[in-house]
């Protein structure tokens, strides 16, 4: 019997073909059936097309046999098979693919072709010592084999088979201590395998499965087999509107996903164009708990005409997303693809262009429909949001700052910037917000007192990537964000004219006070923001307390420092007692301003720089 070799470069071709295109060796199964269940696509198309009525797709069904004792397994179908010819040319050529051609030649009949590269059935080899391709063709009474143990060539022969169709027979490979072979010859890891990756599949696919039960009249057990269908066929993300409901939908989503609660919402999309793909994701009602974590994986299962491809394609959604969960599924992708090649994929960017507008457009419609239900939602997520406001230089502000929501000193409830600017007063110029642990204490931040006197709102950014988001936005509807806590507030009715009289009036008071605290701050000066307090901590530059304090938790951000400015209200007592001391040369004086300094940090939820100089500056005091 003469060898024949591949029409290709021998063993390094194929070689690079299975370690390159595959990364786990489990996949060889899904390539197989997804060869089947081409083949008996073309039987079931052939049949139609030459007016054969009664073509039953439960009659064309895909078998799996085990042989543990053998080490084989086998894949059978009912579809077209092959003739000598077509043995040799589309398995004797690596990356040969009849498929590709059958489609190309009917390109414009609806009918789906999985394999399109023509290198999946190579696959088996990486679990194969030996392949064995019995197949009679529907053209021919005669049968062949096909047979290969690897690069070294192939031959082919004449055998018996009755039934048009095709037999594709590996036997395992020994196991190593590197590779456990024999999984494949357990039928329920087979099982397993099928409903992973080829539960779509359009035919039955039967295997027998091996299970237990007791003996008649007896306590004893027997082993037996009763054949089962391991796939569902038909994918619920391409059922009608009206074969599925709500409850099926969260019974897929609560099996799938692993997760005991049922979605909080239901996303899906039908594209059809350039690229055509079917889209089925949920919005989890919890976030996971590994959610905020560098474990977690984020991505979509990415299916091409109902095969799996891919568990989690990271590449179709973008990070501020990472919390939706789904599948996706397009007849344009090849299921022969590597990851690093799907990455450049042109097809998939416009896939993943497309979801990530529905979710966008589909958050907007859930926050406008059902505000308490969004507002559960972004209880969970939103901080993921505010992320990507940040991330990426601010590059997909504009896409989410309408989806963003803060807690204000309007109410108990959230609010949308949008609905601050729509309460704005008419004289107001800045968004104003204010940053810190909870909003119960920035409600009572004495740099808030008189914005919150003149009738405006005050945001209240609780989370460490508030204050960071909101700087990367800078201005909505051309209004710009402006702390409380900044030097220049520019209220609509303050008197700057007043504060700058004091300031020149009382400057070596403050002067004096600036020597005292040395470099703990920038300044001392006289605040008009101050009503009921008499002392206040404000920053001037880019950096906010509530930025250091984020910033310096960091690795490598002990260095950064926000430049203090420690305001006095001159309308307060306390301040009156501090132009007494000063005048009268009164050493109490630093003792005054250690306290007061203290107070300040104290109020913004930090700790004294000095507790034995807080400790002395209060014994001082108690004992004057």
Partial sequence: MEKKQFQTESKRVLDLMINSIYTNREIFLRELISNASDATDKRYYNALSAGQSGVDREALA??????????????????????????????????????????????????????QFGVGFYAAFMVSSTVRVITRSMTSDTAFC?????????????????????????????????????????????????????????????????????????????????????????????????????????????ERFMDYTPPKRIIRTDAEGMVSYSALMFLPSAAPMNYYTKDFEKGLALYTNGVLIMEKCQELLPDYFSFVRGIVDSQDLSLNISRETLQQDRRLKMIASGI???????????????????????????????????????????????????????GDGYTTLSEYVARMRESQKYIYFASGQSAEKLARLPQAERVLDA?????????????????????????????????????????????????????????????????????????????????????????????????????????????????LNPSHPVFAKLVHLHAAGDEKLKSVTALLHAQALMMEGLLPDNMTEFSDALQDLLTE
């Fill in 146 to 254: 096909w047979e290969s143990s690897g690069a070294d060539g192939y031959t082919v022969t004449p055998c018996e088979k009755t039934e048009v169709g095709t037999d594709v027979v590996l036997v395992l490979k020994e196991d190593t201590e590197e590779e456990n072979y024999s999984e494949f010859l357990d039928s329920y890891r087979i099982s397993g395998l099928v409903k992973k990756y080829s539960d779509y599949i359009r035919y039955p696919i039967r295997m027998d499965l091996e299970k237990r039960r007791k003996k008649e009249d007896s306590d004893e057990y027997e082993t037996y087999y009763e054949t089962e269908t391991l796939n569902s066929m038909v994918p619920i993300w391409k059922r009608a509107k009206g074969e599925a409901d709500d409850a099926a939908f969260h019974a897929y989503y609560q």
């Fill in 455 to 567: 009738g405006m709102e005050v945001l209240y950014c609780t989370e460490d990537i508030d204050e960071f988001a909101l700087k990367v936005l800078m201005s909505y509807d051309n209004h710009e964000f402006r702390s409380v806590s900044e030097e220049d507030l520019e209220l609509p009715d303050e008197k700057k004219g007043d504060t700058e009289e004091a300031t020149r009036e009382h400057q070596e008071l403050l002067d004096a006070m600036k020597e005292v605290l040395g470099d703990r701050v920038a300044r001392v000066g006289i605040s008009a923001r101050l009503k009921s307090h008499p002392v206040c901590l404000s920053t001037q530059g880019g950096i906010s307390l509530e930025m250091e304090r984020v910033l310096s938790a960091m690795p490598g951000g002990e260095g950064v420092h926000a430049e203090r400015v420690l305001e």
């Fill in 62 to 115: 895909i078998e799996i046999k085990i042989d543990r004792e053998n080490r084989i397994l086998t894949i059978s179908d009912s579809g077209c098979g092959m003739t000598e010819e077509e043995l040799t040319e589309n398995l004797g050529v690596i990356a040969k693919s009849g498929s590709l051609q059958y489609k190309t030649e009917h390109a414009d009949e609806d009918m789906s072709i999985i394999g």
């Fill in 356 to 410: 990530e507008k529905k979710i966008r457009t589909d958050l907007e419609d859930f926050l406008k429909n059902d505000r308490a239900g969004y507002e559960e939602f972004f209880a969970q997520f939103g901080l993921q949001l505010k992320y990507g406001i940040y991330m990426e230089f601010g590059a997909n502000k504009d896409k989410l700052k309408d989806l963003i929501l803060f807690r204000s000193s309007s």
